[in-house]
């Protein structure tokens, strides 16, 4: 440790992207000595999601501050916590998700909803860090320091690896499905069986919903049964897409790329709901044909509060859900982004932290 520009800091090595075209590469930076309310916890794992090659490449409108260390899928262990951390002791497995701050006095907060703060939660990396007055940086990193109302607890019964990627993918899919209430009787649709599809399956499946997967990948068919759908569409046969016209009660659409909307809405019924949590970067045009006949609603998802990431990271030790990773050493992070792109991975990266 020294004594930085804010006090004592704790040096860290991480990986970052310098520059939107730029590989990312082995980055050295501090982190804040723990506050009394905060934890700092070593990290062991990290999933590799899609937005952090969004971000780390500028792809949503020139918003990225460089350098820029993603990672928000975090799962670690507590090595020190601040004299008032008083929900965590050394020791202690821990998560941390997409956020780490947010005011905790608005309307949005009082809800349990950080993630609509109204005054700007603070994202876990690639927003502005309050304590230092710089950047904060992600989880592609050795450790990491955080107030303890933002970490989360984790079950031992649950493989640590496998549950990195809930804290992201999970919650995601995990809220949406619960806010419009997804469960037995009702026929369901996910959207692209990336990180988010695969999870969309394991939970709708867990909530007693008729699960049907579309893909533009055929190749993905059996594991998207293995993964908990009833049936699978080939989105690409106009044919297979046809006979589903009017037949969903609620569709979670994960696809990461442009594509048509429209053609998902027409496989609703009355009063059916189209949620994205896909965030193409470029906008998408909807017919007012398509939403108003039969009275569908087309909506939209941001990850979930810090309540309900507890209660999603519950219910699944409760339930043995994990995520389905494929591990990785942290050098071949800029492989594991061009695999991503090309939907090369089953069904998510993980970094394996000891590697760095
Ligand atoms: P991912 O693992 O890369 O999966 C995306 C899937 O989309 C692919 O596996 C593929 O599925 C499908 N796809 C890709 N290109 C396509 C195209 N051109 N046309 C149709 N389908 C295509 O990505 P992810 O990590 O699951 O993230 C998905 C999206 O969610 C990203 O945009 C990410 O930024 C966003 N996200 C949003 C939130 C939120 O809070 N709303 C949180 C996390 C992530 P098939 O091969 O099955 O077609």
Redesign the pocket.
């Known amino acids: 440790m020294w004594v930085g520009r804010k006090g004592i800091m704790i040096p860290t090595k991480g990986y970052a992207a310098h520059a939107a075209q730029e590989p990312l590469k082995p980055f050295s930076f501090e982190r804040r000595d723990p506050t009394p309310n905060d934890v700092q916890i070593e990290i062991l794992f990290c999933g590799v999601?899609?937005?952090d090659?969004?971000i780390a490449r500028n792809e949503w409108g020139g918003s990225t501050l460089y350098p820029c260390v993603p990672g928000h899928e975090i799962v670690g262990r507590v090595v020190k916590v601040g004299r008032d951390a008083k929900k965590f002791k050394e020791g202690d497995l821990v998560a941390v998700g997409?956020m780490v701050d947010s005011c905790g006095r608005c309307a949005s907060c009082k809800a349990d909803l950080e993630?609509f703060c109204e005054k700007g939660a603070v994202f876990t990396y690639n927003s502005k860090d309050e304590h230092t007055g710089g950047t904060t940086y992600g989880g592609y990193s050795k450790s990491i320091v955080v107030d303890q109302d933002f970490v989360l607890r984790i079950s031992n019964k649950l493989d640590l690896a496998a549950s990195a990627p809930l804290l992201?993918?999970g919650?995601?899919t995990y809220?949406p499905l619960r806010l419009w209430k997804v469960g037995k009787g009702q026929k369901v649709g996910v959207?692209?069986?990336?990180?988010?599809?695969?999870m969309a399956l394991k939970f709708a499946n867990a909530f007693g919903a008729e699960v049907t997967?579309?893909?533009?990948?055929p190749g993905?068919t059996e594991d998207?049964k293995r993964l908990g759908a009833h049936d699978v569409v080939i989105?690409k046969n106009e044919d297979e897409m046809d006979k589903q016209a009017n037949k969903f009660d609620f569709i979670i659409d994960?696809?990461?790329?442009?594509?048509d909307l429209n053609a998902y809405l027409e496989l609703l019924k009355r009063d059916g709901v189209l949620t994205?949590?896909?965030?193409?970067?470029e906008p998408a045009p909807v017919s007012a044909f398509s939403l108003i006949i039969p009275r569908r609603q087309l909506t939209?998802?941001?990850?979930?509060g810090i309540a309900e990431t507890q209660e999603m990271l519950d219910y699944c030790a409760d339930k043995g859900i994990t995520c389905d990773v494929e591990m990785i050493p942290i050098s071949k992070i800029n492989e594991a982004y061009e695999r991503?792109?090309k939907?090369d991975?089953k069904?998510?990266f993980v970094i394996d932290m000891a590697t760095i």
């Open positions: 999601y899609h937005s090659i969004h997409c993630q992201c993918a919650i995601t809220s959207v692209g069986l990336g990180g988010l599809g695969h997967l579309f893909t533009t990948s993905k998207a989105s994960t696809v990461s790329a442009k594509h994205l949590v896909g965030a193409p970067p939209g998802s941001l990850i979930g991503m792109l939907s991975v069904y998510r």
